[in-house]
């Protein structure tokens, strides 16, 4: 039987960006359709009827849903093109990669989502010492190695990896900071992901981001200016 | 030094449901209670991002965060699958654990606490929460199907705590006309052994949730 994937996905959401990486370093083709989240399919609706949110990633006519899902969902399905897999074999290395994945989820993203929203300066400032916080403990458990793997790409490093684009739109003028003066290592890490093709394919231009967020927030009245 | 010990708190559900996936496989461990109001520097050690129970520690190496020790304690161990073989059902397992973390367990919570007009919101939210765990377990006697798995286990607040929350505080939420299937699956659940054996005695419970009202309704 042939494998049919499809896509549901929003281009600016940095859920569907790890998942659209981890499908390129797995090689799958598939199909992708890009939702109107003020106007959602009946597709996505009846794929996703609990949540209604994106990316939902429908194997042969079935859908999984949550991005950490369908990554370990693709990865338990098939190798990558090396014949391996994003996650350790190891059960305690795995844990731990899950452990930070979902560390991500909660803080980090909740970080990034009150610096895209912040209404006055001081909102800001707290989000981004927030997500600093965040980023020097994932810093920390990159240490030397070149990937969150080590030597090659892991589950970690494609969980945190749809945030690639955001960090350089961070830095382009995003936030007040620059996340390459206070993460180093962490911005080495993510240009050299974004050197990978799966990455540089799948991920929004940091510039277009950039613009998008911004315009985002001038269409709610939220001021860009301090 | 034991190979398996486990960080916890006796009255938190997040900390049984560990203690289950334990017994689940037969494993052995040392349990070590934790005080939250006055936490060891070796819980803090062990968990410093969250600084929280349950933490499993496995030859000197920890693990937080109660599903994905749930998830490493069947990798780990031989023994009754806790969640499925097949991927498909992994991810349905992992989908409906976190919902349960997520969606559920902050509104039921809210709702037994809360008065008025955020009583009202959060039960609205808990109930279209429960609806699709109702629609979830349908014809089933567990959500893992003939056996307890995940999200039985993640469960465990929906089957036991909040029940005996509700009684308390006089919320009727999980009703047995509105959510037969809910009610059904509870009763089987906290019949089976291992999972009576990892539950807190009721009167202790009640007694802490008592206690909740009687803090609330003191004067400030």
């Known amino acids: 039987m042939s494998e049919e994937w499809v896509l549901l996905d929003f281009r600016p959401s940095m859920f569907s960006y790890r998942v659209k990486i981890a499908l390129a370093e797995k090689g799958i083709s598939y199909e992708c359709r890009e939702e109107d989240l003020r106007n959602k399919s009946p597709l996505l609706l009846e794929m996703n009827p609990v949540h209604k949110k994106i990316p939902v990633l429908i194997h042969n006519g079935k859908p999984i849903c ?50 895209t929203w912040h209404k006055t300066k001081e909102e800001l400032e707290e989000a981004e010492k927030e997500m600093i916080d965040c980023l020097k403990l994932l810093e920390q458990e990159l240490g030397d190695k070149p990937y969150f793997g080590g030597e090659r790409l892991g589950y970690l490093d494609i969980v945190l990896g749809g945030f690639c684009s955001w960090f350089c739109a961070i830095d382009l003028g995003l936030g007040n900071i620059s996340i390459d003066a206070e993460c180093s290592k962490l911005m080495e890490w993510t240009k050299r992901c974004m050197e990978r093709e799966s990455f540089s394919k799948s991920l929004e231009e940091p510039h277009k981001l950039h613009d998008f967020v911004v315009q985002m927030r001038e269409r709610w009245g939220l001021t860009n200016k301090y | 030094m034991a190979e398996v010990k486990m960080f916890g708190a006796w009255g938190s559900p997040f900390s049984k449901r560990v203690e289950m996936g334990l017994k689940l496989k037969g494993v052995e461990y040392e349990y070590i209670e934790e005080d939250l109001n006055n936490k060891s520097s070796l819980l803090l050690n062990y968990n410093p991002v969250h600084k929280k ?74 109930s279209e ?76 419970l009640a007694d802490i949730f008592k206690g909740i009202i009687q803090a609330q309704s003191a004067p400030k």
């Not at chain 1, 693709?74 to 930070?100: H, M, T």
């Not at chain 2, 765990?133 to 469960?155: H, M, P, R, S, Y």
């Not at chain 2, 939420?173 to 807190?200: G, H, I, R």
């Open chain 2, 129 to 204: 929460a429960l609806k699709f765990l109702e629609n979830e377990i349908n014809g089933q006697k567990f959500f893992g199907g003939d056996t307890i798995g995940l999200v039985d286990i993640a469960a465990n607040f929906i089957g036991y705590w909040f029940r005996i929350a509700e009684e308390i505080v006089g919320l009727e939420l999980m009703t047995q006309d509105k959510y037969p299937n809910l009610c059904k699956w509870a009763e089987e659940y906290c019949k089976c052994s291992f999972v009576k054996e990892n539950l807190p005695p009721k009167d202790k």
């Open chain 2, 53 to 126: 129970v349950p933490v499993l520690v496995h030859n000197g190496k920890p693990i937080a965060e109660s599903l994905i020790i749930l998830e490493y304690i069947d990798e780990a161990w031989e023994g009754p699958d806790i969640l499925p073989k097949d991927p498909y059902e992994r991810a349905n397992a992992r989908f409906w654990a976190k919902f349960i973390d997520e969606k559920c367990m902050p509104p039921m919570w809210k709702a037994c606490w809360s008065i008025g007009e955020e009583r009202a919101k959060a039960k609205e939210e808990a």
């Open chain 1, 66 to 115: 949550e991005s950490v899902n369908i990554i370990q969902y693709i990865d338990e399905v098939c190798k990558d093109k090396n014949g391996l897999q994003f996650l350790p074999s190891d059960p305690y290395e795995k844990a731990q990669a899950r452990f930070w994945a979902d560390f991500i989820d909660k803080k980090l993203h909740v970080a990034s989502m009150k610096i």
